[in-house]
Structure formats: C-alpha cells, structure tokens
C-alpha cells in the first residue's frame, strides 16, 4: 500500500526535526562535559585520585607561613590545606584583595605530572563569614577524619581497654 504524499512529506519534516534536536542535544551535552569542573579537597589531591592535566576546582584554606611571592613577576606559590593534607599550588597574575594565609579559597587550574596544581583562577571567600559550600564540607571531612583517626589512637593505648564486642 502506497503512502499518500502528504504524509510523505510531513513524515520527512518530523524525522529532520528530530535529526536536528538530536544533533543539538549531543552537542550541548559535549560541550557541557568539556566545561565540567569537578571540585576535590587537598586530601583527595594529595592522594592521587585526582587526574593529571585535567581542568578541576580545589579549594581548602592558605596554609599559614607557605605563600611565596616572586620580586621579578606575579608567580605565586602557596599550599592549600583542609588541616588533614595539603598540595602545593603555583599562580601567575593578580590575587584577589581577600586573598591571605588562613583564608579559604577555591582555585580553578590542573595537576602538573610532579603534583603542583597551576591554577588559572584564584577565588578568595567575599567576607570573614562566607565560606564556599565545597570548602566548607571538605574542612568538615578533614576534622571528621582527624578525630576518628585520634579516637582510634586514644583507645589503642589504653591499657586493659578492648572494643565493644569483643571477648
């Protein structure tokens, strides 16, 4: 049985209107994943589970006493911490007017392959009572970490002590 040409016809509309969405969807979807910044904290960096040379957000606080300013340009080198690890980080240009040791920042850059973050962007929190949700919560994890790990410390070196559970 033969179509009828005007469904023919409007048939073929419908299939090119949604061969064009399709083609539209796949290349937002593309371009999007190639602007994706995942965030991680200083201790997922400093263990190693964040790609090399990949474009990420981290964020932590200035470690104190490791910011060192080149006299010659506008290098930049400091360590950023959750208070559990911390990774070096190297800037070249204009640091923001907030931006001081003991302060939370978060920086967009890559991990070089000898483990230096070079940042292209350094964002410093906008007032003493601000602190960006993805440092905050990694700062929460790093305390979290930190007083399990002297929970544990503390209960293995009392003498005569044994876990709940054991016999």
Known sequence: MAMHPLRKKRLTIV????????????????????????FYDPTQIASGEVPLDVRIRAGGMVEDGSVKRDPES???????????????????????DLFAEGQGIVA???I????????DQVLAKHDENYMS??????????KA???????DSVTDSLPGQQPVGAY
């Not at 209107?17 to 994943?33: C, E, K, N």
């Not at 993805?134 to 790093?142: G, K, Q």
């Open 145 to 151: 970490a930190n007083k399990s790990a002297m929970t």
């Open 74 to 96: 506008l290098r930049v080198q400091f360590n950023v911490t959750d208070f559990n690890s911390s990774f070096p980080v190297e800037y070249v240009g204009i640091l923001p």
């Open 108 to 110: 967009m850059g890559r």
């Open 15 to 38: 299939l090119f209107l949604l061969a064009g969405v399709a083609v539209a969807v796949g290349l937002t979807t593309y371009a999007l994943r190639q602007n994706i910044n995942l």
């Open 112 to 119: 070089r392959q000898d483990g230096f973050f070079v940042a």
């Open 133 to 142: 949700p993805e440092v905050n919560e990694a700062l929460e994890r790093a």
